[in-house]
């Protein structure tokens, strides 16, 4: 059974702090990894990866994947009070055509 | 852009009735999804659909029925609403492939 897990599942830390948001998985014939950002309505989409190795940055956000080790990380730097979200990991498996969600991280950033 | 719309943003029904919860996407995808979301638990897939009247079960089925009569249209099925269905409902699209899923703004669904 395919599985993602995160970790932690609740931060809080101050504005301006280095936040570092970690997701493990297992899935049969990985096709890729999503990371979202939830504030209180829809998740809104942040990355997708699919090779080893390979960055992904927008702005303060970063997010790379170890398809060794099966992981991947979320990156926020110089945090602010509107990173305050819950965070998803998903994962899709190739002729899956569905995502599974880990059961995500709740950010809290305090000014 | 994209846009997924769901019904209603909440919902209050009482135990035992037949609930009906809609969504409606714009951009011709060929997946649409039903999720649950729950706290400690993430988002757990209740239905998918990849192509008009065609539906799979996803991780926890039971309780649910879906409808996708139309291609824009997704809709999720209460049979007889249980106080354990009390959560948060989010339904998304994609196209399917290397491509991310789009989410609705979710319906928050109370059942006394």
């Known amino acids: 059974e395919d599985k993602v897990v995160q970790s932690p599942l609740s931060l809080v830390v101050h504005e301006g702090d280095t936040v570092t948001l970690n997701c493990s998985y297992e899935?049969?014939?990985?096709?890729?990894l999503l990371w979202y950002k939830q504030e209180k309505k829809a998740p809104t989409f942040l990355f997708m990866l699919?090779?080893?190795?390979i960055e992904k940055k927008s702005g303060r956000l970063s997010s790379i994947l170890d398809k060794k080790e099966l992981f991947s990380i979320l990156n926020i730097t110089a945090t602010q009070t509107g990173d305050s979200a819950v965070y998803l990991c998903?994962?899709?498996?190739?002729?899956?055509?569905?995502?599974?969600f880990g059961q995500g991280t709740r950010l809290t950033i305090n000014p | 852009d994209v846009k997924v719309t769901q019904s209603s943003r909440y919902l209050v029904k009482r135990t035992g009735e037949k609930v009906f919860l809609e969504c409606v996407q714009d951009?011709?995808?060929?997946?649409m999804f039903w999720y649950r979301q729950d706290p400690g638990l993430g988002l757990r897939l209740i239905y998918f659909?990849?192509?008009?009247?065609?539906?799979e079960k996803g991780d926890i089925p039971e309780g649910y029925s879906v409808s996708r009569e139309k291609k824009e249209r997704f809709s999720l099925i209460l049979e007889s609403a249980s106080t354990n269905q009390t959560s948060m409902y989010l339904c998304?699209?994609?196209?399917?492939?290397?491509?991310?899923?789009?989410f609705g703004q979710g319906t928050r669904l109370t059942v006394v």
């Open positions: 998304a699209s994609s196209l399917g492939g290397y491509t991310e899923a789009f």
């Open positions: 899935v049969t014939n990985f096709r890729s």
């Open positions: 699919t090779s080893s190795g």
């Open positions: 998903a994962v899709e498996a190739k002729g899956a055509q569905k995502l599974v």
């Open positions: 951009m011709d995808h060929e997946n």
């Open positions: 659909s990849y192509d008009v009247k065609m539906k």
